[in-house]
């Protein structure tokens, strides 16, 4: 262990708690995850990405020669959607990584292997979670620690927001202390004008000295009146008189301040506001849906491939997100772009089943159009379907002559009737010609 920089001597908690306590003292707008997650906002954004993220499959693939991607079925799946064989659910699993990744700085998932089986995942709060890493900026190498003890790399899921060292991410809060500060001290003004009615805070001015027993009163009334208990009454004195020191929230435009502190927020995840507020679009849902979850999704399953997959599998094995569901649009727009993709060919009637999740048909053919004309790029040929015919582009763009007809394909193309009139001119009927000497007679 020489040569990793120890960070975590004796009991790790400790240690963070030690970190947590230099961030409070060195930031002036320090944010604790605690304080972050009383701001509505900040919480209403990460519950709904969390609830989104959670309800998206994540599928185990084998790569084709062909270029296709097939779906396997693989314990690891069972893991990661349905039972963790620990006390998490999938669901459950995926929630907690999506709020360690935005307020914490990475979600951590335990890999409990026998040999090279996966027998179950562990989720681990990252505040138990400290490191042992070495000096060298570019061969890095570390150790992750639980409690005191040392873990490897690979023994973990690792899903990082904004890392530099591959081993511990950056939290939203970190970055934008500022404004969720902003939110969070608005809240806390607000709540201590409820405490005291709304009453502003100020100061009473004497024209001449205030006898002990008067300005006891004085207290007293003031103290009832900012308790917010009752109805209270405070009687001045002749010459007293009260100076407002503060504004009251809506002098200070509280509520137009919130709102346009809550849109600031939703940019920090990229999510439009009304995601949360309500009345989405299709087109925001849709913005949601790309800028927001796939980018988050991909992140959870480049950690996926990296570590819950053996090194011999890395080739030709890959977990993906299943986001059909996401993006699925309305029924009608649906159909229209499925009634689009049988006409191209480039979707077949099962095909559309499958994705409807309706049994399959049984329909193993490819339905094309006669009226196109196919070409076949690497040897030339051109084929014309309700013709029957076959003509080689090559021959044609060198002036080889083209036989009439060109060459006829295919066991049912019917053959051309021969025309009776070609054989007598004189008579396009095809009928005998009558014998002009009998006529004669």
Known sequence: MGLFKKR????????QL????????????????????NVPTFAGCINTIANTVASVPIYLYEKRDDGSAERVDDDRVGLLNNDTYDTFTGCDLKKQIVKDYYTNKGGYIYINRRNTKVKSIHYVDPDRITFQFNEDPIFKEYRILVNGKAYKPFDFIKVLRVTQNGWKGTSL??????????????LKFENALVKKGGNKKGFLQ??????????KALKEGFRKLYSNEGENVIILNDGVTFKEASETSVEMQM???KKSNANEICKLFNMPPSIINGGATKEERLAYVQDCIIPLLDAICTALNRDLLLEREKKSYFFAADTYELTKADIKTRFEAYANGIKNGFMQIDDIRRQENMASLGLDFVKL?????????ENGWL???????????????????????????GANVPQATPDPSQNNPDDASGKEKPDEDNDQK
Request: zero cysteines.
């Open 8 to 15: 975590a001597e004796g009991n790790p908690e400790s240690i």
């Open 18 to 37: 030690s970190e947590t306590l230099l961030e409070a003292f060195l930031q002036d707008d320090y944010m604790s995850r605690k304080m972050a997650m």
């Open 173 to 186: 809060i970190a970055e934008n202390a500022t404004i969720l500060s902003v939110a969070y001290n608005s």
């Open 206 to 215: 004497a024209a001449h000295r205030i006898a002990d027993e008067a300005l």
């Open 255 to 257: 509520n137009e301040n």
């Open 369 to 377: 159009g006669l009226q196109d004309v196919l070409f076949n790029p």
């Open 383 to 409: 084929f014309t379907p309700n013709m029957g015919l076959k003509v080689n582009i090559n021959d044609v763009a060198n002036g080889v002559p083209v036989p009439d007809g060109a060459e006829q394909t």
